[in-house]
């Protein structure tokens, strides 16, 4: 049998997802309802008019732009978190900048210094990390495409 944490965490997952779905609709609203509330009363004490369908598009533009920041924020809040540079061992990256022997790295979606461990390899090859060496990744080349 599995503990009783393992059978609980998927659950509490959802909820916690579907508590930040709920305070986004609900803050979603508010702003609504706020940028209604200036338009419709304190703009026109002003003397500025602003017509119906621009009021409208105002509003689905940003809507639109609070579903996509909730969904990037769920994602991110999602990803799998990065425990610092001894788990990157043995991880895949691509090459951002030239290793010559030095260059960037991209691994996790993250840019990591890292320096070849016998050759050049160039931009947009796929690397293996080896090892580290202070914040530094040591990498190979990945794959059957070795060259010398």
Known sequence: MYPRECLLTPAIIDSEMSARLIWAIVSIL????ALVAIVLIGLPEWGIEVPLGVLIAVMVSWAVLAVI?????????R???????????GGKGK????LDPEGVIRI???LWRAKSAVHKIDVGEEVIVQR??????????SGPSLKA
């Open 79 to 89: 990803r799998k978190p990065v425990v610092g540079l001894l788990t990157m061992v």
């Open 30 to 33: 508010l702003e609504e309802a």
């Open 132 to 141: 580290q060496d202070g914040t530094k990744l040591i990498v190979t080349r």
């Open 108 to 110: 996790n979606g993250e």
């Open 69 to 77: 920041f909730y969904r990037m924020g769920s994602q991110a809040l």
């Open 95 to 98: 090459v951002v900048s030239p």
